[in-house]
């Protein structure tokens, strides 16, 4: 059973930076694409970014483009969201994400409990 575990969030003011990780276990970590989704109070979750099996290729909301990196360590079971330049607007809980595929063309199979980011003006 896929077992997704983030850390990393916290309060941070505007402008200022996080890293979100999000350890992986109960499968082969580097065969499937991995995503980060954020649900703000009152909003449906959307995915943020998403990234393929191999972390060759990755996809951005338009919202976090530029701003928002997302990368993994296949050694390490570990995928990441580096967030820069953060707004008050990305205050959420953000979730960790698991595909049944090498890209991100499906509903993601496993989620995370999820981290609060909470961003001060």
């Known amino acids: 059973q896929v077992q997704l575990v983030e850390s990393g969030g916290g309060l941070v003011q505007a402008g200022g930076s996080l890293r979100l990780s999000c350890a992986a276990s109960?499968?082969?970590?580097?065969?499937?694409?991995m995503g980060w989704f954020r649900q703000a109070p009152g909003k449906e979750r959307e995915r943020v970014a998403a990234?393929?099996?191999?972390?060759?290729?990755?996809s951005y909301a338009d919202s976090v483009k530029d701003r928002f990196t997302i990368s993994r360590d296949n050694a390490k079971n570990t995928v990441y969201l580096q967030m820069n330049s953060l707004k008050p607007e990305d205050t959420a809980v953000y979730y960790c994400?698991?595909?049944?595929?090498?890209?991100?063309?499906?509903?993601?199979?496993?989620w995370g409990k999820g981290t609060l980011v909470t961003v001060s003006s």
């Open positions: 994400a698991t595909y049944d595929s090498r890209w991100w063309d499906l509903t993601p199979s496993a």
């Open positions: 109960g499968r082969t970590f580097s065969s499937y694409a």
């Open positions: 990234i393929n099996w191999s972390g060759r290729s990755t």
